[in-house]
């Protein structure tokens, strides 16, 4: 997979064009010194998308989508308006096009003041408009294009002269990170081929990709009618068909500019590409599964709730930081039938397993009451967080909500994991128990951020557990565009020889009873850790 999560993007840019990702944060000297009041202050990064397109008065579309999108995932933006428009639910009634030369001033202002992350384009109306944006970019580079070939609205009404087309394809689209057509504009974009398959989608993708971006997304949400709306991603080698539940309402005015604005933010905080592109998908079905009810205006096309989340506890504001997979290296999973045996809390359990070299803690307390799990919770929240260890829940969504953890893992039969992130949302970590390849498939579908593998070894923590052994383990690693920790009957005995398996997305084993039935839960993790240590250096 050549973006698996969290890589940085990998293609190295054409030399005229932007930066890369992997590059530090600016490229060039800010052209402006940093005043003095700021010097002694500790740099606090807010990722800054700038957009760069039109202005809809009804305020579902175009600048205002782009900045409530932003906000709702924590991305700071700023705005240069290309133009007006005079629009509302039922169409679009006029465009007045700012002049270019304060389009020019506009970029100016942002780019020599401000530390943009990602440059997001929405209406570019005019052929001076692109060439003015690409001088800009070049004279002040950034991280990332997202360009959305804003062309035609949804409601029929044009937003760009038929002229800009060419200027687009062959300057503008050799700088962008992304490119996200929906299909009315990629078949212009290829001079009027008619898309009506997801293999037709497939076939834009590829042709318009070859006209230079790194990543092309062709969007289906207009495709005829399906219980699925499939986007086609492209990285220049492989096809990913990305399908999500289609929600019947006429609240989508917008969804375009949203899905590219909140690319750019996810961008902005450090994603690859597949995982914002993922990330920008849920949160439009998310958005519109909330809003689907709303009504404003009276056309057919109405607007949808960005900011849907400040209606649903905790304010989730997007993912602030993003999920280490080296820290599923030991996973201790506690057990409260084991801390019980031997007099353990679990508090006392996860401060041992932490001191001993755990790298994550899962808190899998099947028979607690709510209220004392939360106060445990809680507190191993605050015992996790000093020492910068991450802390999951088991299956328990409410109570990782209500202590803040740092995320969830269920299993097959819980609640499923698509759900769960729509809880928890963008920025906590999510894992899933899978046995099969399809259930991979699924895990990665659903947003999860790793999955758990086995029973490798027969165990006794779980009753009526199908032990898969390594070739089942093997399987499942290989068909996972995920993450991988092994889990079941893992010990001091065979932990080492998981890891010398030597798979390169299994990143680490889970282990309960090997750590917490036992006395020493210390001293039990320290010499698991350094067995497991010596695995991976003999691999
Ligand atoms: N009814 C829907 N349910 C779920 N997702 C949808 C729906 N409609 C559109 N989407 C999703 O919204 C995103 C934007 O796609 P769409 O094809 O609507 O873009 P667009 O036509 O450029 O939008 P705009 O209406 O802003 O012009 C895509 O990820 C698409 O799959
Ligand atoms: C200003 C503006 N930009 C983009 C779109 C596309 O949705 C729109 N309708 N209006
Ligand atoms: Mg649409």
Redesign the pocket.
Known sequence: MSSAPLQPILRPHPPSSISSFSSPRRTQPSPRARPCRLAAAREMPWPHVLTVAGSDSGGG?GIQ?DVKACAALGAYCSSVITAVTAQNTAGVQGVHLVPEEFIRKQLNSVLSDMSVDVVKTGMLPSVGIVRILCESLRKFPVKALVV?P?MV??SGDSLSDPSTLANYRDELFAMADIV??????ASKLLGGVSLHTVSDMRDAAASIYKFGPRYVLV?????PDSSE???VFYDGKEFIE?R??????CN????????ASSIAAELAKGSTMLHAVRV??NF??SA?DHSKDLTIGNGP?GPFDHLFRLKCPPYNIGSQQRFNQDSLFLYAVTDSRMNKRWGHSIEDAVKAAIEGGATIVQLREKDAESREFLEAAKACVEICKSSGVPLLINDRVDIALACNADGVHVGQSDISARKVRELLGPGKIIGVSCKTPAQAEQAWNDGADYIGCGGVFPTTTKANNPTLGFEGLKTVCLASKLPVVAIGGINATNAGSVMELGIPNLKGVAVVSALFDREHVMAETRNLRSILTNALCSV
């Open positions: 579309a989508a959305d804003v609205s949804t996200t057509p929906n299909v009315k504009e969007k289906g949400g207009d495709m709306a499939i986007d990305l999500g539940h289609r929600i019947k309402t989508t005015h917008g969804t375009g500019c949203t899905l920008a998908k439009v079905e519109l096309q």
